[in-house]
């Protein structure tokens, strides 16, 4: 862990014990989101935890049907439902309140590397087959991939980051 202006760097004990499967995976964190509260979403590569930076308490959140799951992204919806990214199980949408883990149109194995979301609510997934847009009400999801006979097509189909612009777009 560091602070925001880099000067200090810190070990957080406390991820290992509360992530202690499987214990043939290195534990990594992977991506992090706001809880809202002060603490944040950790994605790791041994499921999901919620940190307090505040006290460097770490607690797993157990993910019903998904145990020692690998995640490599995450975002914290307005909602307060958390989207999650595999590592090769697709795209997962968590609700904190029911505790369940929804999975989204799972595609095996495709690995999602980022999550936008943006004003409309809407999850840009970037994964190792295109880029997805998923409406969080009608779960309706579109894909983007390359072309070689397109020129208008995505340059590629491994997408490893998605920003949205200040304008929104």
Do not use: C, K
Request: proline share 8%.
């Amino acid at each position: 862990r560091t602070d925001a202006h880099g000067g200090n760097v810190r070990v957080v004990s406390a991820l290992p014990a509360a992530m202690p499967t499987p214990s043939n995976v290195l534990l990594r964190a992977m991506a992090f989101a706001p809880v809202g509260d002060g603490r944040a979403w950790v994605a790791t590569t041994r499921g999901l935890a919620v940190l307090d930076p505040r006290t460097g308490a770490v607690e797993a959140v157990p993910l019903a049907g998904y145990p020692g799951i690998m995640l490599r992204s995450v975002a914290r919806a307005a909602d307060g439902t958390v989207w999650l990214g595999t590592q090769a199980q697709g795209l997962l949408h968590y609700d904190p309140r029911t505790q369940r883990a929804q999975a989204i149109a799972p595609r095996d194995p495709m690995h999602v590397h980022a999550i936008t979301l943006d004003p409309r609510g809407r999850a840009w997934v970037g994964t190792s087959d295109g880029l997805q847009v998923v409406d969080p009400v009608t779960r309706r999801m579109y894909t983007w991939r390359h072309a070689a006979d397109d020129p208008n097509s995505i340059a590629g189909n491994l997408v490893r980051a998605v920003l949205r612009t200040s304008d929104g777009t």
